[in-house]
């Protein structure tokens, strides 16, 4: 399985991105996915999570109102669409899939197992 992110770029506090993430090779539809960032000098940050019928989502609370998280199966692909940006949302974003669970949506980086690579977010103030 492999995730690849993309959307990422510049944009003025205030403004908006959405990110995609699509999966390709023996994808089984039936994951729970979910985005994390990682700003530089700090750890790893939960963003949002969805499960695989889109029923269940969670979101970190820095984001919840600002960010939606959803996906498309037939298209195997996820989104985050982010509104008011702020520049403390500067971080490389990734996706990430856990192939464990269909419906309980989990907040811990350890329990995903497949990761795709990073798109830069960068908000200027």
């Known amino acids: 399985v492999q995730l690849q992110a993309f959307g990422g770029g510049l944009v003025q506090a205030g403004g908006s991105l959405r990110l995609s993430c699509a999966a390709s090779?023996?994808?089984?539809?039936?994951?729970?996915m979910a985005w994390f960032r990682q700003a530089p000098g700090k750890e790893r940050e939960f963003v949002a999570a969805i499960s695989w019928s889109g029923s269940t989502v969670s979101y970190a609370d820095s984001v919840k109102g600002r960010f939606t998280i959803s996906r498309d199966n037939a298209k195997n692909t996820m989104y985050l669409q982010m509104n008011s940006l702020k520049p403390d949302d500067t971080a490389v974003y990734c996706c990430?899939?856990?192939?464990?669970?269909?419906?309980?949506?989990?907040?811990?980086?350890?329990?995903?197992?497949?990761w795709g690579q990073g798109t830069q977010v960068t908000v200027s103030s």
């Open positions: 090779g023996r994808i089984n539809s039936r994951y729970v």
């Open positions: 990430a899939a856990d192939s464990d669970s269909y419906y309980i949506v989990r907040r811990s980086h350890l329990v995903y197992d497949y």
